[in-house]
């Protein structure tokens, strides 16, 4: 690429401003392309760019809950229309072909245009590539906890460690004591895509309140709501796990934030910390943390009145992302349907997704698109 006329820094500019499709297609031009496009540089400028500029970089990945079968749409499309299945790499794996396999697939978290994929009855484990297709199965012999007493919930969490550049997966298993209301096993693994291991991470002795939550990836670290003692009366705080040191924090909530709420969850919004609350009288609101880790920046950013003439019943709601134009919130709603919320009108629109019109309920995770590599992957 030296012989070119434009600068190598334009021609970088410009490349970092296409989707991921039209680079994957590029790499064919010729071995210098290629390569260009595989440096690490370039990946990281181009993933920048996509965050930035919110152009080209967003998928909603579905997962039907019943069937289990994953579904993607691009953010921006009108009426989320275009819907398309997945072709994921579990289906492809031993024992992971038949239909009824579908619903024992999770998804866990995405990050940086990577999901975090699990096969529960046959114990596999992928990092998957939306975009280029490539993925990496992890090794899961690290992840075996004899129960003592009762059963044992794992909580999961999937997020990029900046200061070594890694990826990594946290597991919490936790077992309660039901009659002294105490944890026998409360064990930390972390996983890292660098190493391509598991080990034990820093020892979490908080209760994890939302069992089916994935920890919420922000400003370098997961998030779980969580209460010191079994008592569920007792105030809650946010554990942040940082990805990068393994180790945990508290952070704490405001005094009058659970307050007539009967649910509490931990997410993010554009890049910062939030809360959904969600109160006895059907109010729900959002709560950004604008200073992370400080107790007094909790503000209050959006709050959804049930005297709101257009709103529907508004439990739960998770904030999903803003439109390109960032004049409307997309919400997803009691794992039925997709809401917009128009900031400057104060109403609701319900998304009409025609596709999905005999889906009970789902899941859903926001996944950009990049080129991040897996190291040693396959291609799916």
């Not at 031009?29 to 760019?49: A, D, G, R, T």
């Not at 019943?66 to 031993?94: C, M, R, T, W, Y």
């Not at 509490?264 to 604008?290: D, H, S, Y």
């Amino acid at each position: 690429m030296s012989n070119h006329i434009i600068p190598m820094d334009a021609v970088s500019s410009i490349l970092s401003l296409l989707p991921v499709k039209s680079l994957l297609r590029f790499k064919s031009v010729s071995k210098e392309w290629c390569s260009f496009i595989n440096e690490p540089y370039f990946i990281k400028l181009h993933l920048s760019q996509s965050m930035q500029t919110n152009k080209y970089n967003r998928n909603i990945i579905f997962k039907e809950v019943e069937s289990g079968k994953l579904i993607s749409v691009d953010f921006d499309s009108i009426n989320f229309q275009n819907l398309k299945a997945i072709n994921h790499p579990l289906k492809h794996l031993s024992g992971c072909g038949a239909d009824d396999d579908y619903g024992d697939i999770q998804v866990f978290g995405s990050c940086n245009g990577l999901l975090y994929l699990i096969n529960r009855r046959y114990r596999i484990i992928v990092l998957w590539n939306i975009s280029t297709r490539d993925y990496k199965v992890l090794p899961d012999e690290s992840l075996k906890v004899t129960s003592i007493r009762g059963e044992i919930w794992y909580f999961y969490g999937f997020g990029h460690d900046s200061i070594n550049d890694d990826y990594k997966i946290v597991r919490v298993a936790q077992e309660v004591d039901s009659v002294n209301h105490t944890l026998i096993i409360s064990e930390v693994k972390v996983y890292s895509l660098k190493t391509n291991t598991w080990r034990k991470g820093e020892e979490i002795p908080y209760y994890f309140r939302n069992r089916s939550v994935t920890g919420t990836f922000v400003c370098g670290a997961l998030h779980w709501l969580a209460v010191e003692e079994r008592e569920w009366e007792c105030p809650s705080s946010i554990i942040a796990f940082d990805v990068a040191t393994e180790k945990y924090r508290q952070i704490e909530l405001v005094d009058n934030m659970e307050r007539n709420a009967y649910s509490v969850v931990p997410r993010a919004l554009q890049g910062c910390l939030c809360t959904i609350t969600t109160c006895f009288n059907n109010e729900v609101n959002i709560w950004v943390m604008k200073d992370y880790g400080v107790k007094e920046s909790w503000t209050i950013l959006h709050s959804f009145q049930g005297s709101i003439s257009s709103a529907p019943h508004v439990h739960p709601l998770r904030p999903l992302a803003y439109s390109r134009t960032g004049d409307r919130l997309l919400l997803h709603h009691d794992g039925l349907s997709f809401l917009w919320y128009d900031l400057k009108e104060n109403q609701f629109e319900e998304v009409d997704l025609l596709q999905l019109n005999n889906v009970k309920t789902f899941l859903v995770e926001i996944c950009v698109e990049s080129l991040v590599q897996l190291g040693e992957s396959i291609k799916a």
